[in-house]
């Protein structure tokens, strides 16, 4: 299967996404060395949400970052563009309402969710500002949102030797768990060249989100940045 590039055109990344969907979480478990779940609790935590609330996760996938949302009794709605997740999500939790749309796009209404959420998709956005504009527009004024994603660590040299196993190992031991090296050739350079903390801060900023503020996680391997609507 043809890997996607840089320019992250949608068919591209999709596409890739659905060659790899069933075996997607376990190969996140295995590269992370099991971090991902804690990144997800947290950015659950985060997003704070309360039962009832409606809730936005985009880039979803297989749900699997929806499901702690669904189990505490909210009612979270998993979106992604790849159909190839989206029905696995739906072959393990057949409960969940997944919806196929495009992070720039969105299909719903103004004003529609509480909170919206993404962990590990934004910089596989092909416009991050578009996103970011759109998820703005879907949230009720006081409505807040959290990106949990992958960034810069913060001790230069554990930052060196990250790099290094992230552009050298990660696609090598992926290819073997998914036999698709190539698509994880393209995540460890998207990461690579994704902005930093503030960069990103920056960007949410200008898309008209407030009380924008970031936390890093295990070293800023991972940043969770959060804002808020203006009411």
Known sequence: MSRASLDKKPAEVASMFDGIASKYDVTNDIMSLGQDRRWRRLTVDAVAALPGERVLDLAAGTGTSSEPFADDGVEVVPCDFSIGMLREGKRRRP?????????????????????????????????????????????????????????????????????????????????????????????????????????????????????????????????????????
Not at 116 to 125: A, D, E, M, P, Y
Not at 198 to 218: E, F, K
């Open 95 to 231: 409960d969940l309402p997944f919806v196929a749309g495009d992070a720039t796009h969105l299909p719903f209404a103004d004003e529609s969710f509480d909170a919206v959420t993404i962990s590990f998709g934004l910089r596989n956005v092909v416009d991050t500002s578009a996103a970011l504009r759109e998820m703005l527009r879907v949230v009720r004024p006081g409505g807040r949102v959290v990106i949990c994603e992958f960034s810069q660590p913060t001790w230069k040299p554990f930052r060196t030797v990250y790099t290094g196993y992230l552009m050298r190992l990660l696609p090598r031991v992926a290819g073997l768990v998914t036999k698709d090296p190539g698509s994880y050739d393209y995540l460890a350079e998207s990461i690579r060249s994704w902005p930093d903390q503030p960069a990103l801060a920056h960007l949410m900023i200008d898309a008209g989100w407030d009380s924008v503020a970031y936390r890093n996680v295990t070293g800023g391997v991972v940043a969770l940045h959060r804002g808020t609507r203006p009411a």
